[in-house]
């Protein structure tokens, strides 16, 4: 619907409000070539064929609306306008702008990919200046451990302590078990001596990237084992993953294995999946998730995703996150799309008569703050 | 689209439907404390998590908005006060409100499902001052045989006369396979000596909840032999079903096997996947289908699924049902929500010049009455 | 929304687009029973129940509003108003409105399937007054060289040979393998020895229907090395296809294998994985799709399919298709239901404030002409 036609109060209530990120990779600090540039805002890893730039879809669209004009631009500007703008006023000021401009009160950034290309948690911090925590890659840290040299037998322990060390004050854990496998891994716990000989496999093939999935099941029972939130990639991402393979109703038995712990499992994205993501939310008391990355790539139709993830789960289980990496206009999306989605979505609700507006005040502010202060502990004025 | 827009005459057509709702449960006659009403507004059988409550869902706003102000309060008062002024009227009191106003003019009761707790069709016509007719499931009338004690070569014998004795006047027959086991099982019919053999283990182990693969089979193609139409429940359930194993199109194999009989099949629920279930409606004569249970579990989201299921299949093959089980809130709302979403579908396609506004009333018509008068033989006046 | 909402210049640019349908099969030139009719309106192959009409269904309102007036009618007429006419106009005068009237100026047109009941593409040219071009079909070539007679040996020299002469001015491919055996075939090109002994195992039972899984991956692979674009019927289909095997993720491994080709990849109809394949699309550069059919069998709701076809793929890769099929009716609507869709659905992204007018311009041309233009070289004039 148009935002003109949502209720006043609704409105406001959204824009006032300090939106905790809970799933984001840090922004770039380096200057972007228009090649670089449009590498980043896709997932696919292929160069851009010579007859199609990617500005020609939704995400190059909502760049041009809604960050030109951040950047001083008019939205009906050209893709060229915008980069000759971006590139004289220099990637730290672009970041500052974009990130500052975002409304988001709190980044939970995830360190594990890439992570020498872009600005960390405390580089967050001071760009936007508003706190950065870290969410831990699982992966990430093994690869580390196996990259430091151990013996097959040491590496459980090692890792354990590794992680315990790595993530004293980490907020949550991450897992890309759906890119290096897929989620139709068994899901019991491995025992010691499978993971010792999968451990020797792997650095007997000169360690690199893991893949192995007694390797995989073995990081994330530690990781429910260290008893922080655990974040798992569902859903759309990079060609490497086969997004059969990445529907979270997979995790079904896992899930049920690992309920008694009580730890929260977040299913990040889940575009398409994002009905079946909500249909575990309302089954089990540990699964939340968000549509975040999804909301970004679809633009303009993102008030469709953000709907369909308000269906089935109970509202105390959807998160709000963008899953931004690289350039700040991602950052700024994610947050700026989600809060025009909302504004829509539960508009809409208002308007024909299905919901009170407080009502809808109160969700946008469960989805979009408070239960991820819930979980991860934030405190309010963390 | 905002109820004032839809045309009069479609509005006023679907508010005299009587509905059949070709599926549900009874409703429960015990007043309710606030868990037990809770933990009955979900699928999921776990407790509710000490920080949440089930009325932050669609579900629950919808009851506040739909059922409040036929308990004589203002929709937009709190939970508490909702429970409240429901214990003070009392569940027979509450019942008859609910479920006289819920507009059916027929319910088809399945009696399978923890029936000691709820109204059976008596009660249920009693409650309502409407026919209510029986739908009986066949693993529950299996388990009565095996509870009753009987020899392995004796099953399929005992079960056929039963099952025979007790669907005198029912309506329909209801499989729970995709709870037992997946919609992914061999869709052949079992020999005589496979069942013996799959009852004999079954006894073997105590009886108890039928869960054997042969043996559901069995009961599915009993059931066809019964003639009566056969209810399958798809998609979403409880934890206790695997979603992935719940689509229908796995039950293709079954559906061409059975399509000689000409015995109507009809699947229940399908969220969220009712675009598959209108596809098999499209290809199948036998095939039927609705999106009971979503609707109410997607509240002010539900016209979005009503929509889902009037793309490719033809409006011959499409049902309405509830799926209510306990609180009459569960039964008033399918119909009051599925009366919302028609107006708001069909009233978008007639107000945007793509529907006569007779063909509207036409298509309401058929999904909301005439389809499962002619399906389960219920004749005009039944 | 409604069309008179929509933009006015968009709504121009939209009616004046030479829309390119780029997988559309003849128009029969036979005049039509009630009962032929019927028959060729949905995808089932099994008679019409005597209890239902297949007008009753998305299809059929929307050739009555749409087509009935071509035809000189009012778009409230029955059925048999509509059938008597159109008999009284007769076959070549209905194909001429309605081909002219759809505002499609270049089709290519699959010619593989009852292509003796149809129109090929000269009969399409003509009663049209545009060009028509032949998409060729994998499988009929190889039925045809297995018709003629051929040795096991000899099978693969004999269907490239062919495949290389049928083809001499087509300007595609197509291949039905998901209806011959699901897209879950192994992706790797078969060896020479493989093919030989598939087809002498298809020889010896007789040749006809091609369904050997071998066989279809060698036909996948002699289109890929012949180099014109390749289509896939990808989705809903008659019964003969299961759709679960339908489904564009199937496809991930032949696409990264034929990716080095360059070979164009159309993914067609899609239905309902039109979010699977727009993932797809933007994964790999080689990859397009469309949603025809679904278009034309979702009537009123085609502009739902259409937005999430305009979800996360690069506009470059998404295509216009009618998939029509014997009644001209399916030609005109598929370009009718979609130019409104398309309508609706930019004109809101625009009404919205998202995108301006110029970009909804920009990409309606881009997926009605432009992106077949390239794809299948058809040059501004052709």
Same mark, same amino acid.
């Given at each position: ?9 609704? $409105?406001?209530? &959204? ?7 809970? @799933? ?37 669209? *909502? &760049?041009?609306?809604? +960050?030109?004009? !951040?950047?001083? %631009?008019?939205? @009906? +500007?050209?893709?060229?306008? =915008? ?51 870290? $969410? ?8 580390? $451990?196996?990259?430091?040299? +151990? *013996? ?30 897929? %989620? ?39 990781? &429910? ?7 798992? @990639? $569902? ?19 896992? &899930? ?11 299913? %990040?994205? +889940? =575009?398409? =999946? ?70 829509? !979505?539960?508009?809409?609700? !208002? ?32």
């Amino acid at each position: 619907m148009e935002l003109d036609l949502v209720p006043g109060g609704l $409105v406001r209530a &959204i824009e006032e409000l300090p939106l905790v990120d809970h @799933h984001v990779h840090g922004a770039t600090s380096h200057d972007l070539s228009r090649t670089a540039f449009e590498e980043m805002i896709s997932e696919s890893d292929r160069p851009v064929p010579e007859w199609m730039t990617r500005f020609d879809s939704q995400l190059g669209y *909502a &760049i041009l609306r809604h +960050c030109a004009p !951040v950047l001083g %631009l008019d939205p @009906h +500007c050209t893709p060229e306008e =915008y980069l000759a703008r971006r590139a004289r006023l220099g990637a730290e000021e672009v970041n500052r702008r974009l990130l500052a401009g975002s409304g988001v009160g709190h980044f939970l950034v995830e360190t594990g990919y890439r992570s020498d290309e872009i600005l960390g948690p405390s580089g967050m911090a001071e760009a936007s200046g508003v706190p950065a925590d870290e $969410v831990v890659r699982l992966e990430a840290v093994a690869e580390q $451990v196996a990259a430091s040299g +151990c *013996a097959a037998e040491a590496f459980a322990g090692r890792f354990a302590e590794t992680l315990w060390e790595r993530t004293r004050t980490a907020r949550a854990l991450k897992t890309v078990a759906a890119y290096r496998h897929g %989620l139709d891994f068994d899901p019991e716990r491995p025992t010691g001596e499978e993971v010792a000989q999968a451990a020797g496999r792997w650095f007997g093939s000169g360690g690199g990237r893991l893949d192995d999935p007694v390797l995989l099941r073995h990081l994330i029972w530690t990781g &429910i084992e260290r008893g922080l939130p655990l974040q798992f @990639h $569902v859903g759309l991402g990079d060609p490497d993953l086969d997004l059969r393979r990445a529907d979270p109703l997979l995790l079904r038995e896992l &899930i049920e294995l690992a309920e008694p712990t009580g730890v929260p499992l977040l299913l %990040l994205h +889940c =575009y398409p =999946y994002q009905r079946q993501a909500g249909y575990l939310a309302q089954a089990y008391p540990t699964v939340h998730f968000d549509v975040g990355l999804g909301v970004n790539y679809s633009g303009a139709r993102s008030a469709a995703l953000v709907a369909e993830s308000l269906e089935v789960a109970p509202f105390a289980k959807v998160l709000f996150s963008s899953d931004a990496w690289g350039p700040a206009e991602l950052h700024h999306l994610g947050a700026e799309l989600w809060r025009r989605a909302m504004a829509r !979505v539960l508009g809409a609700f !208002v308007a024909e008569g299905e919901w009170s507006q407080a009502r809808a005040i109160r969700v946008v502010t469960m989805v979009g703050v408070e239960n991820a202060r819930r979980v991860y502990g934030l405190g309010e004025g963390a």
